[in-house]
């Protein structure tokens, strides 16, 4: 009778098709996940799409098997064991390496319509129907912005944006709120 090990085999392409896919989904990932995206297949653990989790497993299940049966001459049950938690150490550094990527990323970029609501204060003079200039903070920046009003606004008035007109913004004075205890009144 002929026996075939396929203990070691089957480690080495846990090492090797979980190794190049992990490797694609860090160069891929916008691909990959716009994909995951587009067929609503949306699923994380701590932030951290499943699919880095499960490739990172599968090929240190790989490693942890090669390093049980070459390295302590282990049997297919206690090297699966030893690739079992080698895999789980592999998806928890996956998880650690993933979320600081994901940390680094850039913030979401915003659009002008995000502002529609938010304070700002005239820095141009507004002329009734013609262009000036507001200043006003938003996401963690500031930004000078072109806008237009139905009447005059002169610089230093705290306008609110209404609305949106292609790349300028339409204000109007802000109401002013009624003062807290002791304190002035917010424009």
Known sequence: ???????????????AVGGVLLLLTVLLDDILGGL???????????GVTLMPLVLAFVSMFGVGGL?????????????TLMGIGFGVVGAGIATLFFNFLRRAEAPP????????????????NI???KSGEVILSYGGST?????????????G???????LVGSTVVVKPAVAQPAAEGGTPNA
Request: aromatic share 8%; charged share 20%; net charge negative.
């Open 127 to 129: 002329p009734a129907r």
């Open 1 to 15: 009778m002929i026996t075939i090990d396929l203990v070691e085999p089957i480690f080495v392409l846990c090492v």
């Open 157 to 163: 008035t705290v306008v609110v944006i209404a609305e």
């Open 36 to 46: 995951l995206d587009f067929l609503h297949l949306g699923f994380d653990i701590g």
């Open 109 to 124: 970029a915003f659009s002008l319509a995000d502002m529609v609501g938010e304070r700002g204060r005239v820095t141009v």
């Open 143 to 155: 930004h000078n912005l072109t806008a237009t009003a139905d009447t005059d606004i002169p610089a």
């Open 67 to 79: 390093f049980g049966t070459r390295m302590f001459g282990l049997g297919a049950g206690e090297a």
